[in-house]
């Protein structure tokens, strides 16, 4: 493998393929991540001596945002497609979408 002028090594397909995948599971990170610090600083004011309480608030929350996300990408699938979404289809957007939580 040859070296660039910079030095680093080509990036090759399997490199950009990975970096396209974080890329595209990036926007549900920094969301899951905001949705987590509201949750968390509403949850405080409502049970300031209760971490339990506000941990359960974030993973409830979360899932319930990652459901909605999961369902409306597949409503968006099928009516574009015009098509019934496959099972397989749905895994795909779940998993993408599962970078919320």
Request: net charge neutral; proline share 2%; no cysteine.
């Amino acid at each position: 493998m040859t070296e660039s002028a910079t030095g680093e090594a080509p990036r090759h397909g399997a490199a950009r393929l990975g970096r396209a995948a974080m890329g595209e599971r990036l926007g549900g990170f920094i969301y899951g991540t905001i949705v987590a610090l509201a949750v968390v600083v509403a949850g405080a004011r409502a049970y300031p001596h209760g971490a339990g309480h506000i941990a359960a608030l974030v993973a409830a929350t979360s899932v319930a945002f990652w459901v909605a996300h999961v369902y409306s990408h597949a409503l968006v699938h099928s009516v574009a497609s015009d098509e019934h979404i496959s099972v397989a289809e749905l895994r795909h957007i779940a998993r993408r979408e599962g970078s919320i939580v």
